[in-house]
């Protein structure tokens, strides 16, 4: 493999598929109470961020250090990668691109860090599209590329059911104009430039899935799209969510499925159960 595809666990790729693909994912930390966790099965779930979380009990998430890149690059190296790109979550949300930028300074291979200016699955796709361009030959810049531009393509929206998690997180971005009053409000956000930004305000969690979706299939348009539904304790909603875009999407979808699971336990730690949020990404 002369070109490694790295990114890390916020981009949400199922295991059995990053492993199918060659992408190796490095786990971001969850810290609840004074126990540290990867992100994965074997660590930090979903499940157990949900329950932390409506306990109050403190939650905190961490990136990979340098050196933990470092190590995964540096293995790539002696399984043959002769280049490595590395595709990671905004650099506004977390330092995990800014520790890929610090390891590939010492790397032993060339290694081009790629920040999606995304998160979750939106990050996972511009991973699968720069597995894409290896795959059929493509150089390291030319996937690096090619993950940008899918990642710049894509629309990442989602509703909580308040803004208090993401306000004890320092991750709100431009939507702190919603706090205050309209806490009572159920917020729809979406990623903008690599933060969190507000984009409506609606009454009702009912009226919000609503939206979703409508945004969803405006945002694909005509173009041929993959879409996901992720969400934190939320199934039932998300499920009801999924079969109406895949049906509205149908012709967009060209014969694949919309995605449907569970937010990651390091996003989950920041928006809080409830959330359910839509991906739709062009395919470029």
């Known amino acids: 493999m002369p070109v490694a595809i790295v990114t890390d666990s916020t981009a949400s790729l199922p295991p059995e598929l990053a492993a199918e693909r060659g992408i190796v ?18 660590g930090a779930t979903p499940e157990l961020v949900a329950a932390a979380l409506k306990e109050w009990r403190p939650v905190s998430t961490s990136r990979p250090g340098p050196a933990m890149l470092l190590d995964v690059y540096e293995q790539a190296a002696r399984d043959g990668a002769t280049e490595i790109v590395s595709v990671h979550l905004s650099g506004d949300m977390s330092g995990t691109f800014e520790s890929a930028q610090l390891a590939a300074r010492d790397a032993s291979v060339r290694v081009v860090p790629v920040d999606s200016r995304q998160v979750g699955v939106a990050t996972g796709y511009a991973a699968l599209t720069a597995a894409d361009v290896v795959a059929a030959g493509g150089s390291a810049d030319e996937a690096a590329q090619a993950a940008r531009d899918r990642a710049a393509a894509s629309s990442s929206l ?18 702190a104009a919603l706090l205050g009053g309209a806490l009572a409000v159920k ?13 409506e305000r609606v009454r009702t969690s009912t009226r919000a899935l609503a939206r979703l979706e409508e945004l969803a299939v405006q945002r694909a348009g005509d173009a041929p799209v993959d879409v996901c539904v992720a969400h934190l304790a939320n199934p039932d909603r998300a499920g009801q969510l999924t079969e109406k875009l895949a049906a509205r999407l149908e012709a967009n979808l060209e014969g694949r499925e919309v995605w449907c699971g569970e937010l990651g336990a390091v996003l989950g730690a920041h928006v809080g159960p409830g959330m359910i949020a839509v991906c739709v990404a062009p395919r470029l």
Not at 165 to 170: A, E, F
Not at 188 to 199: M, P, R, W
């Open 25 to 42: 994912v490095v786990p971001l930390q969850v810290v609840i109470g004074a126990t540290v966790y990867d992100e994965g099965s074997d």
């Open 187 to 199: 917020p729809l956000l979406q990623i903008e430039d690599g933060k969190v930004a507000s984009l």
């Open 158 to 175: 989602f509703y909580v059911d308040t803004l208090e998690y993401l306000r004890r997180g320092g991750r709100i971005g431009a939507a």
